[in-house]
């Protein structure tokens, strides 16, 4: 996609949703961290179920230790690998309050050094949290980012550096958002719903779906 195209791609998105927010409910970094973990191969409105009550009694590291592993596990257990997300959540969340005052740290490095954080998950965290301009490269945006002709990379790091490469810097904090959502509600898996979305004369994706009779 030539430059001229990316930035009527992205005015497009930006005119019709000025300010995306991601769908994962949370009450402060911590929380946002707990749920993005969470929310690895599940849907949000999965997590925001479980996470509902859980976020009432917890919304510290030290919080989520006095609940403890099982405790924890009771809340979540309707997601896939509760197991293991629970135990990374516990694991996390001790070392935030031994190594960070119980705070979630700004700093990539020390994000991905805690269980069961990814570049992911980290990208999210810096992008909600604090505005920072990243691309959290998911399965949506990997997909969309393709079909759209943004990017031919096969893997999400490739992916994330060639939209970071492409993406005028006005559009990056809410880049990642714009192209989720997208991907969640329209630019489809299975079908695309084409029919319906805004930049489709911008889409390097063929052939186009058309509307259900």
Same mark, same amino acid.
């Given at each position: 996609?030539?430059? &001229?195209? +990316?930035?009527?791609?992205?005015?497009?998105? @930006?005119?019709?949703?000025? =300010?995306?927010?991601?769908?994962?409910?949370?009450v402060n970094a911590y929380t946002l961290l707990v749920a993005v973990v969470l929310s690895a191969q599940a849907t949000d409105a999965?997590?925001? *179920? &479980?996470?509902?009550?859980?976020?009432?009694?917890?919304?510290?590291?030290a919080q989520?230790? @006095?609940?403890?592993?099982?405790?924890?596990?009771?809340?979540?257990?309707?997601?896939?690998?509760?197991?293991?997300? &629970? *135990?990374?959540?516990? &694991?996390?969340?001790?070392?935030?309050?031994?190594?960070?005052?119980?705070? +979630?740290?700004r700093d990539r490095e020390a994000l991905e050094a805690l269980p069961g954080v990814g570049r992911k998950t980290a990208n999210v965290v810096l992008n909600v949290v604090w505005g920072e301009p990243t691309i959290a490269v998911d399965t949506h945006l990997f997909r969309l980012a393709n079909r759209l002709g943004l990017s031919k990379g096969k893997t999400p790091l490739a992916v994330e550096q060639?939209?970071?490469?492409?993406?005028?810097?006005?559009?990056?904090?809410?880049? =990642?958002?714009?192209?989720?959502?997208?991907?969640?509600?329209?630019? *489809?898996?299975?079908?695309?719903?084409c029919w319906r979305c805004i930049v489709a004369d911008l889409c390097a994706f063929k052939p186009k779906t058309k509307a259900p009779d």
């Amino acid at each position: 996609m030539k430059p &001229a195209q +990316v930035e009527q791609l992205f005015a497009r998105f @930006a005119a019709a949703e000025p =300010h995306p927010k991601t769908e994962l409910k949370y009450v402060n970094a911590y929380t946002l961290l707990v749920a993005v973990v969470l929310s690895a191969q599940a849907t949000d409105a999965g997590v925001n *179920k &479980a996470t509902a009550a859980l976020f009432k009694k917890v919304r510290t590291p030290a919080q989520m230790l @006095a609940l403890g592993e099982a405790g924890l596990k009771e809340h979540v257990k309707t997601i896939g690998l509760f197991n293991a997300k &629970a *135990k990374n959540i516990i &694991a996390l969340s001790k070392i935030l309050v031994e190594r960070h005052q119980g705070q +979630v740290p700004r700093d990539r490095e020390a994000l991905e050094a805690l269980p069961g954080v990814g570049r992911k998950t980290a990208n999210v965290v810096l992008n909600v949290v604090w505005g920072e301009p990243t691309i959290a490269v998911d399965t949506h945006l990997f997909r969309l980012a393709n079909r759209l002709g943004l990017s031919k990379g096969k893997t999400p790091l490739a992916v994330e550096q060639d939209l970071l490469k492409a993406i005028p810097e006005k559009y990056m904090q809410h880049a =990642h958002h714009w192209l989720i959502l997208h991907g969640r509600y329209i630019c *489809k898996a299975r079908r695309p719903e084409c029919w319906r979305c805004i930049v489709a004369d911008l889409c390097a994706f063929k052939p186009k779906t058309k509307a259900p009779d």
